[in-house]
């Protein structure tokens, strides 16, 4: 008779208790050694293919609410995912081509955490026709703050009306 001995994951020690079972009927563990708790051989439950599919989604300009219930994959999963992926494309790759036409509406909406006196301004620039965010900046409200979100709009943009 062949056994199989359980060793933890973490310590790799033999101590192994059984704790329970998870929703889907695998075994969890709890090692007496180092008190990890869990399966041995966890399931992710996404594969790579549809991982794939639910980041082109995103990089659709997608939000993650949209992608939460249109896959059905909670939109923190999905945050973690591009967090590790950091191969995302360029700003100018996912824009629409500027036209001459184009009006870029610069504004400054701002808000605070707890108090007024921790004032933030959020720098956008959306383009009207395709109303894609074509930069931003975060800062306080001075010509000193407009010209890093000026350094952001791509070239092709430059040429557009702007108005604020």
């Given at each position: 008779?062949?056994?199989?001995?359980?060793?933890?994951?973490?310590?790799?020690?033999?101590?192994?208790?059984?704790?329970?079972?998870?929703?889907?009927?695998?075994?969890?563990?709890?090692?007496?050694?180092?008190?990890?708790?869990?399966?041995?051989?966890?399931?992710?439950?996404?594969?790579?293919?549809?991982?794939?599919?639910?980041?082109?989604?995103?990089?659709?300009?997608?939000?993650?609410?949209?992608?939460?219930?249109?896959?059905?994959?909670?939109?923190?999963?999905?945050?973690?995912?591009?967090?590790?992926?950091?191969?995302?494309?360029?700003?100018?790759?996912?824009?629409?081509?500027?036209?001459?036409?184009?009006?870029?509406?610069?504004?400054?909406?701002?808000?605070?955490?707890?108090?007024?006196?921790?004032?933030?301004?959020?720098?956008?620039?959306p383009c009207r026709r395709t109303r894609q965010v074509v930069s931003w900046f975060a800062g306080d409200r001075s010509a000193d703050s407009c010209r890093p979100l000026w350094a952001g709009i791509p070239e092709t943009?430059?040429?557009?009306?702007?108005?604020?």
């Open positions: 008779m062949i056994t199989k001995t359980l060793t933890c994951t973490r310590c790799g020690s033999s101590k192994l208790t059984r704790n329970g079972k998870t929703k889907e009927g695998k075994q969890k563990f709890h090692c007496q050694a180092c008190g990890c708790y869990g399966t041995l051989t966890p399931d992710y439950g996404y594969s790579e293919g549809r991982k794939a599919e639910i980041q082109r989604a995103c990089h659709e300009r997608s939000s993650l609410r949209g992608l939460e219930r249109t896959f059905g994959v909670a939109r923190q999963t999905v945050a973690a995912w591009l967090k590790k992926a950091r191969n995302l494309p360029s700003l100018e790759t996912t824009l629409a081509p500027a036209r001459p036409e184009d009006v870029l509406g610069l504004d400054e909406p701002w808000s605070f955490v707890q108090c007024k006196a921790n004032a933030c301004w959020v720098w956008v620039a943009y430059r040429v557009a009306h702007t108005y604020s």
